[in-house]
């Protein structure tokens, strides 16, 4: 008879599951990295359409709270001084919906951009809004200070891999 037996060591064993253990350091070090940079796009995606969309919502009211004032959508001769920009009588900053003028959007530039954006929508975790308007007129009239010309709004959104997108647009007063 053969008894002569079959198998593995305990060392051939114990050599074996270092050799896998250093092989899948390796991998995982390789391949791990490479799973936070796939999520950038989709972030950076989203984060385009919700711009958009908060920019056409922005660029939808009026240019300025003179406008809705005199009833129509003639230029305005003596616009809000952009000191004044913000939340005007009745309007309330908890409530965007309500804002009848462009510059009303500029209450959301030095707010906590975490929690503004629940204002708009809960549908994005993680992110964050700042909306700021400033005075344009020297981007259509040269060395112009006039704040009946035209007004900037940039929409800032915050994204959760601590990257941010700014999309800019111009109202113009007519």
């Known amino acids: 008879m053969n008894n002569k037996q079959r198998g593995f060591t305990l060392i051939e064993i114990v050599v074996g599951i270092v050799v896998l253990a250093v092989a899948l350091t390796i991998v995982t070090g390789v391949f791990l ?11 950076q995606i ?15 009211r009026y240019y300025d709270e003179n ?6 959508f003639s230029p305005c001769a003596t616009c809000t001084a952009v000191a004044d920009f913000g939340t005007d009588g009745i309007e309330n900053r908890n409530n965007p919906n309500g804002f009848n003028d462009v510059d009303d959007y500029h209450e959301y530039c030095t707010s906590d951009p975490k929690t503004t954006l629940t204002l708009f929508t809960n549908e994005y975790p993680g992110y964050g809004l700042n909306i700021c308007v400033s005075n344009a007129a020297d981007k259509f009239v040269t060395g112009s200070t006039a704040n009946n010309v035209a007004k900037r709004i940039q929409v800032t959104i915050f994204m959760p891999n601590n990257e941010e997108i700014t999309l800019t647009s111009f109202k113009g007063n007519y």
Do not use: D, E, W
């Open 33 to 43: 990295p490479q799973a936070n940079k796939m999520t950038s796009p989709m972030y």
């Open 46 to 60: 989203k984060a385009t359409a919700l711009g958009k969309s908060l920019m056409n919502q922005v660029l939808i």
């Open 67 to 72: 406008n809705l004032i005199l009833g129509s």
